[in-house]
């Protein structure tokens, strides 16, 4: 299983997201909502100090998340898709750039170029979720912290 480096989110926007997670009707990824910024086989010690560096003199972004959509590669999920803007991407460039050469096995999909910043909303039946979710309310969320899991 892949470690993550993920955005946690504001609490009004967590609260957000959690309803919509609720309104869908259908299974949704565990605990609280996020925003996955980087994957790796293994993030060891070495990146995790030198991701805690870079952090600290970064300002987080917000996050506007507006569209409803999937994710190549999985078809099964919905997800409220993020508005793409410079400080976003200067900040997810940042993390890649504090982690390069310090990870084991990282996940194509959240490198620069390819990522696409989004929340999952389900994890089955994304159509049907998707007309019962639509139109969606945006959600803007502020990026309070961010989180290595294991």
Do not use: N
Request: with cysteine; hydrophobic share 55%.
């Amino acid at each position: 299983m892949a470690q993550t480096v993920r955005f946690l989110l504001d609490p009004d926007a967590c609260a957000s997201l959690a309803a919509l997670r609720a309104a869908s009707g259908v299974a949704a990824p565990p605990g609280v909502p996020s925003v996955t910024v980087a994957a790796a086989s293994a993030i060891p010690d070495a990146a995790r100090a030198a991701l805690a560096a870079e952090l600290r003199v970064l300002a987080l972004p917000s996050i506007w998340l507006a569209t409803l959509g999937t994710v190549a590669g999985r078809p099964d999920e919905l997800v409220l898709a993020a508005v793409v803007d410079a400080e976003l991407l200067a900040v997810h460039a940042a993390v890649h750039d504090a982690l390069a050469g310090r990870v084991k096995g990282p996940v194509a999909a959240y490198l620069p170029g390819t990522w696409l910043p989004h929340c999952v909303l389900a994890t089955e039946r994304p159509a049907e979720v998707f007309a019962a979710l639509h139109p969606v309310v945006p959600v803007r969320a502020r990026v309070v912290g961010v989180d290595v899991d294991g």
